[in-house]
């Protein structure tokens, strides 16, 4: 979350009373992301406070935006723990502010678990898992737009701002996840709605429960895979060096396995995909470290670390 377009305290009352959510009471500009402008909002309504968030969308255009929100619509409705669009009078869940596409979600109860233990590592497995069944009949389809089609785009224009080892690194390894997205075994494996950023700081634990999933916004139709090693290289690893921990990793795995089981494709690709994955992040953070944005409020996230992570997986292979 960031603050990249101001919105004043009317605009954003206007926007509740006509949602239905009642009279604004506080808002405040969300420090935490990259991506787009995000506020938390309080509203009273009968004698009652709620919280939501508001998100002004700055690099999604207002035709993929309706994939992500349908979609969270979707997985709530299958009892998937996820902020759930709010529509106005006429149905309609994406709105516009400041000229922007824009919506409003309820705001997940809980906190994040930034030192996961292996029970929660198994809790967010197998509410994976479970998402992902629950996306098969999702009926919209969008490509993951941060996949591999951005990553050849991408490298190109970072590659002057890196030193030859890296360089070297980034290249190699670009090469090898094209040599395996053109292999039959990936091309088979099995593929739908993922969350493709599903990191320890998207997630919510209320009581020791794992209370709720949110930020889709990188969401897209890809391989399961690539969804699963996103999550080992964030909540399975030792943030200090990006070495795998054995235990959290075995959580994992075995409690998404007792909800869908991994074909033999997948077991074998697994590596291939935390690798994958490990690239991804490398790649968007050098992007976002070197051509930043103007904002009000930003953070840009150190595109070592998943250097760091890049090279423990190789290192594993």
């Known amino acids: 979350m960031a603050v990249f377009t101001e919105v004043g305290r009317d605009e954003a009352a206007d926007l509740m009373q006509r949602l239905g959510l009642g009279r604004l009471v506080d808002m405040a500009g969300c420090a935490g992301g990259i991506e787009n402008t995000n506020y938390f909002v309080s509203t009273e309504r009968d004698g009652q406070r ?41 149905g309609a869940i994406l709105h516009t502010v400041r000229g922007k596409p824009a919506a409003v979600v309820n705001r997940l109860r809980g906190h ?14 197998a509410m994976l898992a479970r998402m992902h069944l629950a996306g098969r009949d999702y009926d919209r389809e969008q490509p993951n737009l941060r996949g591999l089609a951005w990553w050849n785009e991408t490298v190109p224009v970072i590659l002057p701002h890196l030193a030859p080892e890296q360089t070297a690194l980034l290249t190699a390894e670009l090469a090898y996840q094209n040599h395996i997205a053109a292999t039959p075994a990936y091309q088979g494996l ?16 209320e009581d020791g429960r794992l209370s709720g999933l949110f930020d889709f916004y990188f969401a897209g139709c890809d391989t399961w895979l690539f969804d699963i090693a996103v999550c080992l290289n964030d909540w399975c690893i030792d943030l200090a060096d990006g070495a795998t921990d054995p235990v959290r990793t075995q959580a994992l795995l075995d409690a ?9 494709a997948e077991r074998e690709l697994l590596p291939a995909m935390r690798r994958a994955g490990a690239l991804r992040f490398w790649i968007s953070r050098l992007w976002d470290w070197y051509l930043p944005r103007q904002a009000a409020v930003l953070k840009p996230h150190d595109p070592t670390h998943f250097e760091r992570v890049l090279r423990a997986r190789l290192a594993e292979c």
């Open 50 to 90: 709620h919280e939501w968030v508001l998100t002004l969308f700055e690099r999604l255009t207002a035709q993929q935006l309706p994939f992500y929100l349908y979609l969270m619509k979707h997985l709530a409705g299958k009892g998937i723990p996820v902020p759930d669009p709010q529509a106005d009078a006429s």
């Open 256 to 264: 998404y396995q007792s909800v869908r089981p991994l074909t033999a």
């Open 190 to 205: 099995p593929r739908g709605p993922i969350h493709a950023d599903l990191f320890r700081d998207n997630a919510m634990f």
């Open 112 to 125: 994040h678990e930034l030192a996961p233990g292996p029970e929660h590592c198994a809790q967010l497995g």
